[in-house]
């Protein structure tokens, strides 16, 4: 697969690559059914027989990522919907939690947690570096409705706790996530990023990919 050497150097530079209007209008669709999202911040969604497809290695969604890393591939899915009824904030951090299929020891992985009957746990930083995570947008999404907002080059900190997460992005020149419907935001994993509330009553829908290019060491295994 062919990747842009420009859009290559803009990530390494900032950290993130935005690819406008990059879905076909079909599966944009396919992706409104597939998120069945409830009124909660965030949705775990399992990748079955029923929308397999829609994130499979022969997609749009994936073939739009992969001109930035041809051998990854989503290893967690999450759906978002920022609304009137389901509302919230962020500050400043950064996400550094993957899912596995089971508890098992592992030399790195700890802070292993257990969410709605899923494990996490935080994977050495080494692999982090390796990482993606995507955002596709379901909604148009601006300012006033909660867009997200990035620290741009900030994954170049490596690890940063939550107490020193504001400071650090403080560093960095700050951009506000407004998108179109059917755009993708792809970022490198240790970013920076935060969401203030919506201030509208307008949905702000978006599906979360986590994205990776290896396998787990045995034998912890992608969920």
């Known amino acids: 697969m062919h990747i842009d050497p420009q859009l290559a150097d803009e990530f390494e ?11 076909p209008k079909d599966e944009l669709a396919f992706l409104d059914n597939v998120v069945a999202i409830e009124a909660r911040p965030g949705q775990r969604i399992d990748i079955d027989y029923k929308n397999a497809a829609a994130f499979s290695l022969s997609s749009a969604l994936v073939r739009a990522v992969q001109v930035i890393d041809p051998k990854t591939k989503p290893v967690r899915i999450v759906g978002f919907n920022k609304s009137e009824n389901s509302n919230w ?12 299929k089971a508890r098992e020891d592992a030399a790195g992985f700890d802070n292993w947690t257990r969410k709605a009957g899923v494990w996490h746990c935080e994977p050495p930083i ?3 570096h390796q990482m ?4 596709v947008r379901l909604d148009d999404t601006v300012e006033s409705n909660g867009a997200m907002q990035i620290a741009l080059g900030s994954h170049k900190c490596g690890f940063v706790s939550a107490i020193q997460a504001s400071e650090a992005a403080s560093r960095y020149p700050e951009e506000i996530c407004e998108a179109r ?3 993708i935001l792809i970022l490198k994993m240790l970013t920076l990023h935060r969401s203030k509330p919506s201030q509208t009553g307008a949905s702000r829908r ?9 396998d787990l060491p045995s034998p912890l295994e992608w969920p």
């Open 206 to 214: 978006a599906i979360r990919i986590d994205f990776a290019p290896f």
């Open 181 to 183: 419907r059917g755009d």
């Open 132 to 135: 993606l995570f995507v955002r």
């Open 89 to 100: 904030t962020l500050p400043w951090h950064q996400d550094r939690i993957i899912a596995v």
């Open 126 to 128: 080494e692999l982090l």
């Open 13 to 23: 530079q900032d950290g993130r690559v935005w690819l406008r209007d990059a879905l």
